[in-house]
Every structure is written in structure tokens, then in C-alpha cells.
């Protein structure tokens, strides 16, 4: 339970909105409560045949539920707001550290998964929330005011009716143990379901071009069947839960009608008062029922609270020393023995790597496919750290950098450049968001990007669509290398930046490329 009580953290900002919540919950569960004294006083009045009196409290009757149905739509909405606020502030506070973690994080963890635990569980969160204060907390209250109340009617009757009590406790903590570890199979289920479908809608063309669209269903099939399973198995013991329960209310109701019958057959009880219990104890079935749910999802949820703070809680090898060094670079970088290898078990990359590169000068790394080349450049804007050696930046270990200060200095044209699905505007402006029109323009211009650029209806502001599907990958780029002139830096890295393109694109992304140097 200790994540439970952490994720209320999140709830700290919305105190004011909570206590207005708990006055509208204490309303509905003083109406809840009343209902019982009501149905003996309506009892009596027929009883009496006081049509004067009986027509009063069915007056009565209406404000009373008037104010039980005002009050529950008012908890209802107002907890609804909270948990959803709540929820966009857990699931900002998920992705801003998804955001900061570095490539171990992203080598370690499927995107399934990671969409699970932002979307999925987040959700779960969300409903535990709004359940609890919405539906748990009103019908705790309305348990305990209720069974206050029967006590004081009758001590004996009551009593009796609570001997089930530690039956329905040990039927939760039992199945609730069991849909909780069942939970955590429909959760990696869930996340394998959401990488199978993420991964085949990116590499569609790849499915479509080996005709692989009857497999990769079947495999979908296969996988989504299995997570069915899971669910069904939690459905099975939940429904196995309300049956047992069930049973025992119904056992509870019919020996209290059998002993209370005796108590009004010995006057001990009256019949109003009778009616006025049987009221009571109808009232006691919803609140159980929440209770013993509520318990069931607070055991589900758990499961995807440790889930989410397994991400936030997660150490990132990559961060900034206590003091880091924040300046403009001049663009010197040297490594000394470097040698990186990207797990404890994995072979090394790179071993003893050694070179130094002055503020202008340009440098060719040359070798062949899987030799390293893109771990060595990846060093630079440290989305790693060696094993063993230093890479330096204008005499500075890389370590003692400001991670943001270096990588804003930094530009990376890579060969299967990424595009945002937005304007050609956003894609050249980012990472330098505060750009203006002209310079845009300009940087296209000098990225031999304006050619193409100016011939589509809306130019700037045409949409590339998703990971620039209506871009060839030259005009890619071109936007690519506009977006890195834009940026104006201090060390500009290519990795392979043509070798995907014709002839012609190719010269003009050289021409670009020799500007930009």
C-alpha cells in the first residue's frame, strides 16, 4: 500500500475542491441515513390512519430524496473533475520523466509497455479515485450511520444481522488477493497487445510488401485471445465473489424476518419499527456490495499504481552532476580510450577509441555497417556514457556538461530523419521554437528545401503528415538539415545522412550540407 498513499500526493493541489466533496458526500449520507426513521414515521402515520400526518411526510419523503439525488450528482461531478485533473497531472508527471530518461531507459523497455503504464494504468488510477470518493467513501459513511441507527433501534436484532460481517471481510481479502495477482497478467497482456499493433502500423509497408497481413492477424489474434483469457479468469472469481455474497445476504434477510417476526410477536418490536429496520438493512446492501467491489478494484488498481512508480521511480544513469558547467561551446571534442558496450553482458562496441576534433574541423568516421559508427556519435550528445575513458567538449569531461545547455548546442541529421506529424513549419522549427517566419525561410533556402517547399499549396504550413509520409526521403532531409542550420550549432553531426538517396537528391543535400559546414 505504500504507492497507494503516494499517488495521493497528486491530490494535494486540489484540497478546496475535496472539501466541498466531503460536505456534499456527509449530505448524501445523512439523507441515506434519515430514509429509515422516515419509513417508521410513514409506517405509523398508516397505521394510525392519520391521512393529514401520512401526506406530511411523504412531503417529507420528497425533499429527502430530492436531496439524496442533488448530492449524488454533485459528488459524482465534482470527483470526476478531481480524478480527471489528477489524472493529467499523473500522467504529465509519467511523461515528463519519460521524456528525461536516457536510451538504456528506451533499449530496456517495449513502447507497449511504456504506453500501457502511461494510458492504461493511469486510467486505472482514475477510476480508483473517483470511485472511492464518489461511491466508497459516501457508502462507508452511509454504513456506519445506518448501523449506528439500527443499534439504537435494536442492539439485538442488529447484532445479529452483523454476524456475516467477518464472512463478507474474508470472502474480499481472498478473491481480491487473487483478481490482484491475475491483474498483473491482464496488464502485460494489455502492453503486448498495444507493441504487437504499434509495431505492425509502423512497418506496415514491410507487412503489405512480404504479404505478412494474414500472419501478423493471426499472431494479433493469438495474443489479444490469451489477454481474454486473463480476463475472463478475474471476471470468473469476481462473479464467483458477488454470488457467495449474494447468498449471504440473502440468508441475513431471511433470519432477520424470522426473528424479527418474533420480537413484534412478543411486542419487543412494533411493526412500523420492524419496517423501519428492514429499511435499514436494504439500505446496508449497497454500501457491502461497494465495499466488497470496491475492495476487489482498490487490489486491481494497486497492481497499476506499482506499475506507474515502477517508471518514476526508475534511476537514469544519464543525469546532470551537482554543479554542471553551462556555457557556449566553441566545439572542440576529443575521447580519450573510450570503449562502450551497451549492457554488462553484451559485447564492446568500442575499444580504446581515441581522436580530437578543434572547433571547425570536420571529421569522417569510415567503416563498415555495425562497426560502431552511430554508438560513437551517439556518445557526443551523451544519450550514453562509456564504460570506460572520457570524451571531452572544449576541455570539460562531457559528465560535467549541462545535459540541456550541450544538446541545444548540438545538431543531429540522421538517415532515416524523423518528421512530426505537423507543419513543415513546426518540423523546422524545432528545437528552436521562438524562430521566426523569415529565418525559416531562410534556413530552407539554404538547406536547398525551398525548391520544394514554395510548389506545395500551402508551403510552410503543409502538413508532412505521419513520420512524413508525404515526403520523399531527400525532401526529408533537406527539412532535416534546415532544421540543424536553423539551430545555428556549435557541433553539427551526420549519421549516413544520404546514403538513402538518388543521385540528384543526394547532390542537393551535399550542396545544403557544404553550406551548413
Not at 442533488?70 to 485533473?85: D, E, K, P, V
Not at 487473487?178 to 491482464?186: D, N, P, T
Not at 479468469?233 to 469476481?238: E, G, V
Not at 494497486?302 to 534511476?315: A, C, G, N, T
Request: proline share 3%; glycine share 4%; charged share 20%.
Amino acid at each position: 500500500f505504500k504507492n497507494f498513499f503516494r499517488i495521493f500526493s497528486f491530490a494535494k493541489p486540489y484540497i478546496i475542491p475535496f472539501f466541498f466533496a466531503f460536505i456534499i458526500i456527509f449530505l448524501f449520507s445523512a439523507a441515506n441515513v434519515l430514509f429509515i426513521p422516515l419509513v417508521r414515521d410513514i409506517a405509523t402515520e398508516i397505521a394510525d390512519k392519520r391521512t393529514f400526518y401520512f401526506s406530511f411526510q411523504m412531503l417529507n419523503a420528497i425533499i429527502l430524496w430530492s436531496i439524496r439525488i442533488l448530492t449524488q450528482f454533485g459528488q459524482t461531478y465534482l470527483m470526476a473533475w478531481i480524478s480527471h485533473r489528477i489524472t493529467i497531472d499523473l500522467r504529465q508527471t509519467v511523461f515528463s520523466k519519460l521524456t528525461s530518461c536516457s536510451q538504456y531507459f528506451y533499449s530496456q523497455w517495449k513502447f507497449g509497455e511504456l504506453m500501457t503504464r502511461l494510458f492504461d494504468d493511469s486510467g486505472k488510477v482514475q477510476s480508483t479515485i473517483l470511485q472511492t470518493f464518489s461511491g466508497l467513501i459516501p457508502q462507508l459513511l452511509t454504513l456506519i450511520g445506518v448501523i449506528v441507527y439500527l443499534f439504537a433501534m435494536n442492539w439485538k436484532l442488529t447484532l445479529f444481522a452483523l454476524i456475516s460481517v467477518p464472512f463478507f471481510i474474508l470472502i474480499m481479502t481472498y478473491f481480491s488477493n487473487i483478481v490482484k495477482r491475475i491483474a498483473v497478467q491482464v496488464q502485460k497482456k494489455t502492453a503486448n497487445i498495444t507493441h504487437h499493433a504499434h509495431e505492425n502500423l509502423i512497418n506496415m509497408k514491410l507487412v503489405q510488401a512480404y504479404t505478412m497481413e494474414t500472419n501478423e492477424i493471426s499472431r494479433f489474434f493469438r495474443i489479444a485471445f490469451k489477454n481474454m483469457k486473463s480476463q475472463m479468469l478475474s471476471l470468473k472469481y469476481d462473479q464467483i465473489k458477488k454470488m457467495i455474497e449474494t447468498f449471504l445476504q440473502g440468508c441475513v434477510f431471511i433470519s432477520i424476518i424470522f426473528i424479527g417476526g418474533r420480537f413484534v410477536s412478543l411486542d419487543q418490536l412494533s411493526g412500523p419499527e420492524l419496517l423501519s429496520f428492514f429499511t435499514g438493512c436494504a439500505l446496508l446492501i449497497d454500501p457491502i456490495l461497494a465495499l466488497s467491489q470496491g475492495y476487489t478494484n482498490l487490489a486491481q488498481s494497486l497492481v497499476s499504481i506499482d506499475r506507474i512508480y515502477e517508471v518514476l521511480d526508475y534511476k537514469d544513469p544519464i543525469q546532470n552532476v551537482k554543479n554542471p558547467v553551462s556555457k557556449i561551446l566553441t566545439g572542440t571534442v576529443s575521447f580519450t580510450d573510450v570503449s562502450f558496450r551497451y549492457s554488462q553482458k553484451g559485447s564492446i562496441i568500442l575499444n580504446k577509441v581515441n581522436f580530437t576534433i578543434s572547433a571547425g574541423e570536420i571529421l569522417a568516421l569510415v567503416g563498415l555497417s555495425g562497426a560502431g559508427k552511430t554508438t560513437l556519435v551517439d556518445l557526443i550528445p551523451r544519450f550514453y556514457d562509456p564504460i570506460e575513458g572520457s570524451i571531452k567538449i572544449d576541455g570539460t569531461d562531457l559528465k560535467e556538461h549541462e545535459l540541456s545547455s550541450i544538446r541545444s548546442q548540438i545538431s543531429i541529421v540522421l538517415q532515416d530523419d524523423i518528421m512530426f506529424s505537423s507543419s513543415i513549419l513546426e518540423n523546422i522549427r524545432y528545437g528552436t521554437p521562438n524562430a521566426s517566419q523569415d529565418d525559416i525561410v531562410k534556413a530552407a533556402k539554404q538547406a536547398n528545401a525551398w525548391s520544394f517547399i514554395k510548389d506545395f499549396p500551402d508551403q510552410l504550413f503543409s502538413l508532412v503528415g505521419d513520420r512524413g509520409h508525404r515526403l520523399s526521403g531527400g525532401q526529408k532531409q533537406r527539412i532535416s538539415i534546415a532544421r540543424a542550420l536553423l539551430k545555428n550549432p556549435k557541433i553539427l553531426i551526420l549519421d549516413e545522412a544520404t546514403s538513402a538517396l538518388d543521385s540528384e537528391s543526394e547532390k542537393l543535400v551535399q550542396d545544403a550540407l557544404n553550406k551548413l559546414m
